[in-house]
């Protein structure tokens, strides 16, 4: 695994769904965090992402509409086509590889494909309307994976800015099924005191207390000095995680 990664991680929120021809709307909080690229552009540039969409509005108590995570790679560049590849962690199970097309206009991305719908159980046309959050210089990063083949994994976290996410299918306990869980996590920061707090706080969670436990203790290592070099391990709960990107994020 090369230690060499380009470009800026970004965090995404959607704006909207359509199902063609039917008009847009929204019904999920969903929030993308992507990591950098295994190469400065191009045909063939990879990146890690995790993506979980929540049903509205926010809460403890939110139902989970999807969730997946995977590897990003660019097929094409004019137009710009883009695949997701979620085979090991998917809550709907079905494994398979999304492509889409993205536009970028207006300060949104458009993002145009064939995909699932959930209302009608038949793949379909859809648009969707993303916008990248800003990202403050020196904002922490780090992506971690189960195992060194992110597509192989069967649980990743993330830290990106104020959020951080894990997802993870895999069995637990005695309970040998892969059933899916979700923890998402955001940091505020207030004033007391003429002093900036700053706290981590749980805004979802299927309720796994492994999944909770490993991501908080993710989170603490961002508050570190020390950086992590892709490709190395690091412990986080009761085991070992591979390093997939880690840093700060910089000025383009």
Known sequence: MSTQLYGQPFTSTRESIAWVPLPAFEDSDVLVLSSRSTSPGGVG?????????????????????????????????SPVRLQWGHSTIDSRGD?????????????????????????????????????????????????????????????V???????????????????????????RMHRRTSAA?????????????????????????LVGLTDQTCQYVRGSNVCLGTRSWVVWDSGTALDD
């Open 45 to 77: 540039a990879t990146l890690f992402y995790l993506d979980l969409r929540l049903s509205l509005p926010l809460s403890r108590s939110s139902k989970i509409n999807w969730g997946f995570a995977g590897l990003r790679h660019t097929v094409s560049t």
């Open 193 to 217: 005191q003429d002093m900036e707090e700053v706290k981590w706080e749980i805004v979802f969670s299927t309720g796994s207390s492994p999944q909770e436990r490993e991501l908080e203790e």
């Open 95 to 155: 494994g398979l590889v999304d492509e889409g097309e993205m536009i970028h206009r207006d300060g949104v991305e458009i993002e145009t494909g064939i995909g699932f719908n959930p209302a009608t159980g038949q793949r379909e046309t859809y648009e969707e309307i993303w916008r990248d959050e800003p990202l403050p210089v020196g904002s922490p990063l780090i992506f971690v994976s189960s195992s060194a083949s992110v597509e192989e994994a069967t649980a």
């Open 157 to 183: 976290m993330a830290v990106l800015g104020p959020h951080a996410l894990a997802l993870a299918q895999e069995p637990e306990g005695l309970d040998t099924s892969r059933k899916f869980q979700a923890v």
